[in-house]
Nanobody, 118 residues
């Protein structure tokens, strides 16, 4: 099982980034996908969730209206489009897969750093 994030980097306030998470080794379409983030000295927090077929989404209040989660089950990939980035969005962003029918099956990526700074 592998989840490989990419797309992180350094961006100025107000800028955009698109994160990708490529999955392998499990039935991607059977898992809901989530993005978490963890800033230095803070707990990991849930940013966005998308259901297994991409029908339902959920966003944390701090990113709602700025971030968009999407998935392509043909490519086994989940995305996080981040717009209007602010310094408080600086964190390591992690991709998470959780089996829709059994929460005991869960996988994590290694994380990708997003830094918002002028």
């Amino acid at each position: 099982v592998q989840l490989v994030e990419s797309g992180g980097g350094v961006v100025q306030p107000g800028g955009s980034l698109r994160l990708s998470c490529a999955a392998s080794g499990f039935t991607f379409s059977s898992y809901l996908m989530r993005w978490f983030r963890q800033a230095p000295g803070k707990e990991r927090e849930l940013v966005a969730t998308i259901s297994s077929l991409g029908i339902n989404t959920f966003y944390a209040g701090s990113v709602k209206g700025r971030f968009t989660i999407s998935r392509d089950n043909r490519k086994n990939t989940v995305y996080l489009q981040m717009n209007s980035l602010q310094p408080e969005d600086t964190a390591v962003y992690y991709c998470n897969a959780r089996k829709a029918s059994d929460a005991n099956y869960e996988h994590w990526g290694q994380g990708t750093q997003v830094t918002v700074s002028s």
